[in-house]
């Protein structure tokens, strides 16, 4: 009988090894699924984020011009209207120039009306 019990025992003790090693090819199994499911939604993130890039600079790209062609008419516009300033002050510079020294070197000082008023009784 003790040959019977020392038989079960040892057939519960291989079945319980056997289970364990079950359980932990079971655990293995499942850490490397996490891990691949990690990587390949790094994978699609990645992706994703290269799609979505391609598209902003495609559309950069299409509305960017507009931007562009506005700037360079403002450009050209403003220079335009620096020539015609320059142009403008290289005629009639000197005249202004004499007006201010004039008006700067003849000064006629004037009192003000307040001043010159009698006191108000």
Do not use: C, W
Request: glycine content about 4%; proline content about 3%.
């Amino acid at each position: 009988m003790a040959a019977q019990n020392s038989a079960g025992i040892q057939t519960l003790l291989d079945a319980e090894r056997d289970a364990q090693k079950i359980v932990q090819q079971a655990r293995e199994y499942r850490t490397k699924r996490v891990k691949d499911a990690r990587s390949e939604a790094q994978k699609e993130i990645e992706d994703y984020k290269k799609q979505k890039d391609e598209e902003f600079k495609k559309f950069e790209a299409e509305h960017t011009s507009g931007n562009q062609k506005a700037e360079e008419d403002a450009n050209k516009e403003a220079e335009g209207k620096l020539k015609d300033i320059k142009e403008i002050g290289g005629k009639s510079g000197d005249k202004v120039v004499e007006d201010l020294l004039k008006a700067v070197m003849d000064v006629q000082p004037v009192v003000p009306d307040r001043v010159n008023a009698p006191p108000k009784e």
